[in-house]
């Protein structure tokens, strides 16, 4: 994926409209995708569509659309298929759908904002909940998720002067800042970072919250280990913390490690078949050999909701 990125955002910088690594990238994550998943579940790019909603109603075009192809119909297809990427979208029963995620080339404020409030324009479809009876299907499954993905974070600030690399780091405090707010998505599980400029080739991150007022609590809190500011490293980089109703206030890492995207592939598995269990690793293919740094634990998933919604941080970061 990542090289089939890099050689889009060479040719991107050719156009005059530098766009297509972006589009580079949305299409061999879903490659990706197919080739991964199980061949029940469909991948394409394409729109949600409520059985309630009016045809002259314009519908949001996604990256990646996640549905079940054993039950799904597709209601009409766009494009076609070809190797000069003019790739098909399709329009999937929003009762079919088991996933949407976003996908952007970069990680920085303005694409965090801009994902997040693409996937905020399904909460028409999640604002109640269908009927028992098999037709007439208005809102996403209960058990619906979506996630953003960043195909690289720049820059490197190791390569940079002081004041540069204090910038920096800024902006990428300030892109965490910005995904805290993903937080208010219905089923949103988190974010990964496939590459970050600097960082070894293999490792991704999966930006995770850790404790930033409880340095000297036990190890673990309802069973569930976690960490502390106190843990991190004091060159990774923390957001602006959240203060929870309770007291205690949470903190967005980005932590890099080598098992990240394994990790992350399994556990979006896990997901899509209902036997996600956040305490647990979802799967131990493609664990890396290298042990895991100590700041990267599982945070705990019994605080309690945040941002005036019920969110369970359960997503971030690596297992014991």
């Known amino acids: 994926m990542l090289a089939a990125y890099d050689i889009g955002h060479v040719l991107a910088d050719s156009h005059e409209v530098i766009t297509y690594h972006g589009t580079v990238a949305e299409e061999e ?3 990706w995708l197919i080739r991964f998943l199980p061949a ?12 309630y909603e009016s045809e002259k109603a314009p519908l949001p075009h996604y990256d990646v659309i996640i549905f079940d192809r054993l039950e799904s119909p597709v209601l009409w297809v766009e494009g076609r298929d070809g190797t000069d990427r003019i790739i098909q979208s399709r329009a999937i029963p929003v009762e079919n759908v088991k996933a949407v995620i976003e996908v952007k080339s970069s990680l920085d404020t303005r694409t965090a904002r801009k994902a997040i409030e693409h996937l905020a324009d399904l909460s028409r479809l999640y604002e109640g909940v269908d009927r028992a009876g098999p037709n007439y299907k208005q809102f996403l499954p209960e058990d619906f998720i979506c996630l953003l993905v960043f195909f690289e974070l720049r820059p490197n600030t190791s390569q940079l002067d002081k004041n540069k690399a204090g910038a920096a780091r800024r902006a990428i405090k300030n892109a965490l800042d910005q995904l805290r707010e993903a937080e208010k998505l219905k089923g949103y599980r988190g974010s990964l970072v496939l590459h970050g400029a600097g960082q070894p080739c293999l490792e991704t991150a ?34 602006n913390q959240l203060k929870l109703d309770d007291g205690s206030a949470w903190k967005l890492l980005m932590a890099w490690y080598e098992d990240g995207f394994a990790h992350f592939a399994f556990d979006l598995l ?7 269990e956040p305490r647990w690793l979802s799967s131990s293919y493609g664990s ?23 969110v369970h941080l359960d997503h971030g970061s690596a297992r014991q």
């Open 40 to 51: 029940r579940y469909g991948v394409t790019a394409g729109y949600v569509v409520s059985s």
């Open 206 to 239: 999966r930006p995770t919250w850790v404790s930033a007022s409880l340095p000297d609590a036990p190890s673990t809190v309802d069973s569930h280990p976690f960490f502390s500011e106190a843990d991190v490293d004091k060159a990774d980089v923390l957001s």
């Open 288 to 310: 890396a050999s290298t042990p895991l740094p100590r700041n990267v634990l599982r945070v705990p998933t019994n605080i309690k909701p945040f941002l005036h919604k019920q």
């Open 29 to 31: 994550f879903r490659q």
């Open 270 to 276: 896990a997901m899509l078949q209902g036997t996600y």
